[in-house]
C-alpha cells in the first residue's frame, strides 16, 4: 500500500473514531441520523454544486445505480449502528462492526475484483481480526458479564455489531466498484449518496414532526459535528481507495480501533482497558503489515 494511502486510512481514522463516540453519546436513532445527512448535505453543498456541474452529465445509469445502492445502505447502517449503540455499549459493537465488515469486504474483493494479496497481506488481516476480537472483550467478554441484564447487552452488542459490519462490507464493495472501476469523484459520489439518505429518511421523520423537534433541541448541535466529521474521514478513505486495492484499504481502516480503544474506554468508562489496548497493538501491527502486502 502506498505511503500517501495509508497516511489518509490513519487520519480518517482518527476522525472516525471521534465522531463515532460523538454519535454513541447522543443515543440517537433514525431521526438523529436524518440530523446528520441534513447537516453533510448543507454543509457541503457547494462543492457538491460544483462537483456536480462538472461530473453529472458523464454519468451513466450504472453510476446512479451505484449512489442509490449507497445511499440506501447508509441508511440502515446508520439506523442499526445507533440501535446497537443504545442497547450496548460502544466498546462491543464498534470494534466488531469496524472488524466484520472490512474482513468481508476484503475477502469479496479478492474475489470479484481480481485483487492479490502477498503473505505479508494475510498476515496483517490475521492481525486485524484478532485485535478485533481483544478490542471487543475477548475470551472475557462473557465473563465480564456479570449480570442477566448485562450479558443481554453483550448479546444485542454482538448482535448490532454484526449487522452493522455487514451494512459496511455492502456498501464498501458499492463505493469501492464506484471509485476504482467507475471511476466516479469519491467527493461527489459521497456527496449524492448523502442525498439520497435524506431523502430516504425525511419521509419517517417528518411524520411526527413534534417528536422530531424534541430531539432536535437535545441533538442538533451533536449531529452537526457528526455531519461534518464523517464525509471528511470517508472521503479520505475513497480516495485511498483510488490509490491502493480495497482488499488492503479496508482492514487498514481498522487502525481507528486504536483511537476508539483509547478515546472510547476512557471517555466512555466502558471495559477492560489492558485487553482493548492490546488488541489495537494488534490492529496497529496488522496495518504495518498490509502496508507491506
Not at 137 to 154: D, F, L, M, Y
Not at 234 to 250: D, G
Request: charged content about 10%.
Amino acid at each position: 500500500m502506498p505511503a500517501s494511502a495509508l497516511a489518509l486510512v490513519v487520519l480518517a481514522g482518527l476522525i472516525h473514531a471521534g465522531w463515532n463516540i460523538a454519535a454513541k453519546k447522543a443515543s440517537g436513532d433514525v431521526r438523529y441520523a436524518f440530523f446528520i445527512a441534513f447537516f453533510t448535505v448543507i454543509l457541503w453543498a457547494p462543492l457538491g454544486a460544483y462537483l456536480a456541474w462538472q461530473h453529472l452529465p458523464a454519468w451513466e445509469a450504472a453510476a446512479w445505480a451505484c449512489v442509490v445502492a449507497s445511499g440506501g445502505i447508509h441508511v440502515l447502517y446508520f439506523i442499526v449502528l445507533l440501535r446497537g449503540y443504545r442497547k450496548a455499549d460502544l466498546t462491543v459493537v464498534y470494534p466488531l462492526a469496524r472488524g466484520s465488515g472490512p474482513l468481508m469486504s476484503s475477502l469479496v474483493a479478492l474475489a470479484l475484483f481480481g485483487e492479490r494479496i502477498s503473505a505479508w497481506g494475510f498476515g496483517g488481516l490475521a492481525a486485524v481480526v484478532s485485535g478485533v476480537f481483544l478490542v471487543a472483550g475477548g475470551p472475557g467478554i462473557w465473563r465480564n458479564a456479570h449480570s442477566p441484564a448485562q450479558r443481554a447487552r453483550t448479546r444485542m452488542g454482538l448482535l448490532y455489531g454484526l449487522l452493522t459490519g455487514l451494512c459496511i462490507a455492502s456498501y464498501t464493495l458499492v463505493d469501492g466498484y464506484a471509485v476504482k472501476v467507475l471511476l466516479l469523484s469519491p467527493i461527489l459520489m459521497f456527496y449524492m449518496a448523502c442525498c439520497v439518505q435524506a431523502l430516504l429518511m425525511a419521509v419517517p421523520v417528518l411524520q411526527d414532526r413534534v417528536l422530531a423537534l424534541q430531539h432536535w433541541r437535545d441533538q442538533w448541535k451533536s449531529a452537526l459535528l457528526v455531519g461534518a466529521l464523517s464525509p471528511v474521514s470517508y472521503v479520505l478513505v475513497l480516495y485511498a481507495l483510488q490509490m491502493a486495492p480495497l482488499s488492503h484499504v479496508a482492514p487498514a481502516r481498522e487502525v481507528s480501533m486504536l483511537f476508539a480503544a483509547l478515546l472510547g474506554g476512557k471517555l466512555l468508562g466502558e471495559g477492560d482497558r489492558v485487553a482493548r489496548l492490546s488488541g489495537a497493538a494488534c490492529i496497529a501491527l496488522g496495518v504495518a503489515a498490509l502496508s507491506l502486502g
